[in-house]
């Protein structure tokens, strides 16, 4: 009896060197502080970001941190995600700046800001 070759195809998912969002909400209701567990005392806006491979969180959260006064509100070195926050010219001053970074030094693909 002839068997039928059958071929199998595994699909997996490998991420680049990417940020797949970087947005910025500006005055956003006290109460998003609060599910976020932030403190709403250190600014009126949030920044969030989300960069692969994961590791690249930290260097993000160094470059935001350096170039104006923000805040590390939440740091996820395993998904990488980033949540900052500060003054709404200051989180989006650093947003970009990683973003700049980020294409101009490490040759990720980015996106571009966003906001809200």
Known sequence: MYEEMKQRIIQ???????ITL?????????????????DKEKGNAIG?????????????????????????GFLERSDGSLMITGDVSSVETAIQEVINYFTEKLNYDCVS????
């Open 12 to 18: 997996e998912h490998v991420p680049g060197k990417q």
């Open 22 to 38: 970087a947005h910025v909400i500006s005055n956003p209701q006290p109460e998003l502080f609060n599910v976020l567990d932030l």
């Open 48 to 72: 969030i970001m989300n960069i692969t491979p994961c590791e690249g969180v930290i260097i993000a959260a160094d470059v935001a941190t350096k170039t104006v006064a923000v805040n590390i």
């Open 113 to 116: 800001m966003t906001q809200m």
